[in-house]
């Protein structure tokens, strides 16, 4: 599907991003910049650009004999990941409850209403994508690019590995969900509530149960 954009580099760049934390960028074999060009329908500069970042930022790396390929993710890394959003999550949460503005509140709580609704319609790919943008919302709302950032690659990490679409097979997802609900509305009322600790201290609790959902479904996948 051709690209037409005045941006290239970037569309281009955000295209191939989405295919490596999709799962479609191919890990097992190499792809080559003109291949990529024809595809999109775009000259080489803006792909070789493209992958450049891509590389630097770790998500591809050169294959043997040319070409590149996209960095296969392990049990490990994402194991690393969640633990680096235990961290990172108290400290945005943190940061949200000191520095959020009403935009910014009236936007997580739009979220946390859209996630209500996709529960009740039984929409969990919906709701999958609201969990998301919630926490990458609390982000925003600490006001630190460098940690929405930093929140935006750990998330990059566990959909490259596709757990939050395996935990979407689990048999309690429902009851799963329904809790992750509570915690998130929880969380926003104490970030309104301009509650620095509780937020956090309620934020650590929910990604410690988060976290062993991650940890069984893993245990599952390699099993």
């Known amino acids: 599907m051709p690209i ?15 295919q490596v934390v999709s799962g479609v960028f191919p890990a097992a074999e190499p792809v080559f910049e003109t291949q990529l060009a024809h595809e ?24 043997h004999g040319g070409g ?14 969640v633990e680096a ?25 739009r979220i946390v209403g859209a996630t209500r609704e996709a529960i009740n319609a039984g929409l969990l790919g919906d709701v999958m994508l609201c969990n998301e943008r919630f926490h990458r919302h609390v982000a925003v709302c600490s006001g630190s ?10 998330y990059d ?5 596709q757990v939050l679409r395996k935990l979407a097979d689990r048999g309690d ?32 609790a929910h990604l410690r149960e988060v976290e062993g959902y991650y940890e069984a479904t893993l245990a599952h996948d390699t099993t």
């Open 4 to 18: 037409k954009a005045s941006t290239l580099t970037q569309q281009v760049y955000d295209h191939l991003k989405e």
């Open 40 to 63: 999109l329908g775009v000259s080489r500069t803006p792909v070789r650009e493209a992958l450049r970042i891509l590389e630097s930022e770790g998500f591809i790396t050169a294959a």
């Open 68 to 81: 590149v390929r996209a960095v296969a993710i392990r049990t490990r890394d994402i194991k690393d990941a």
């Open 85 to 109: 959003r235990v961290a990172l999550e108290q400290l945005t949460v943190r940061q949200a409850a000191e520095r959020a503005d009403e935009a910014q509140l009236a936007e997580l709580e």
């Open 145 to 154: 690019r460098l940690m929405e950032q930093l929140i935006g690659r750990v």
């Open 157 to 161: 990490y566990l959909r490259s590995y």
């Open 173 to 204: 997802i429902r009851a799963v969900l329904e809790t992750t609900d509570a915690e998130h509305r929880r969380i926003a009322e104490l970030i309104r509530a301009r509650d620095a600790v509780a937020a956090a201290r309620a934020m650590t």
